[in-house]
């Protein structure tokens, strides 16, 4: 969703900053609670964090002579993301109870986790699903170029604040289950070379399917590598993401 609403081959919750920013949420809503927050209610506070980081991410990413830059994006994306991470750094330091227990959490693990908790996260993530492809329609016109796009009654903007909105929901209601787990959005599409060619509600599932068995092939690794001892699965996808990234780069994939 986010690499054909962006043009970019490396658009990545991780890399773009909505983990970041739905991270950041969190962490804020579990130290500083200004109210009681419902369960129900936590995936959506996170996707506001992925969404307004995200959001700042494309605002800086358009400054300029060009109205907008992917490679600016991905950039920015890896600023913002780091600024994001040192505050929730520096919050914990300060809060030694909050980082006891988010500490597994800001790893990114699968461990652990109740029915409770899936049971808050699986509403937003099958609206994330309906929407996001509600919008590959949209999306497919992109792949013959925005000019044309535009002349086939595809709004660019429209488009993209509402792929926006989607990642940001899809990214958020992950995050705040099983932290910030990195790198599967950016390998999964990879498994399928021709995905892009016509993004399609098919394509959109497929990708999600592909992340799905990725993350499980990580958590059994997880477990297995090392037993007795287990491993935070965030560590694993980070480890396989890194060299990807680095692929993906030095190949200037548009």
């Known amino acids: 969703l986010l690499q054909t609403a962006m043009r970019n081959r490396l658009g990545e919750p991780q890399i773009l900053g909505l983990n970041a920013g739905a991270s950041l949420a969190v962490v804020l809503l579990n130290t500083y609670p200004l109210f009681p927050l419902p369960p129900l209610l936590t995936p959506f506070a996170a996707s506001f964090g992925a969404g307004a980081l995200f959001g700042l991410v494309l605002l800086l990413s358009t400054a300029g002579r060009n109205r907008f830059d992917p490679d600016k994006m991905v950039f920015f994306g890896i600023a913002l ?126 990708s999600a399917m592909s992340g799905s068995a990725l993350l499980l092939a990580a958590d059994l690794l997880a477990v297995s590598l090392m037993a007795p001892v287990e491993l935070p699965t965030g560590a694993l996808t980070g480890l396989a993401g890194a060299p990807a990234f680095i692929w993906l780069v030095a190949r200037k994939l548009p």
């Open 81 to 206: 993301s780091a600024l994001a991470n040192a505050i929730v750094s520096a919050v914990l330091i300060l809060n030694e109870d909050t980082l006891e227990e988010l500490r597994f959490w800001l790893v990114g693990d699968t461990a652990g986790i109740g029915y409770a908790a899936l049971a808050a996260t699986v509403p937003t993530i099958l609206i994330g699903l309906l929407f996001g492809c509600l919008q590959m329609p949209s999306l497919a016109a992109f792949t013959l170029g925005e000019t044309i796009a535009s002349s086939l009654g595809a709004s660019v903007r429209r488009t993209r604040f509402a792929a926006l909105l989607v990642a940001a929901l899809l990214s958020g209601s992950v995050v705040s289950l099983v932290g910030p787990i990195g790198f599967i959005g950016l390998i999964a599409p990879a498994f399928w070379p021709r995905l892009h060619q016509l993004p399609s509600a098919m394509a959109l599932l497929l």
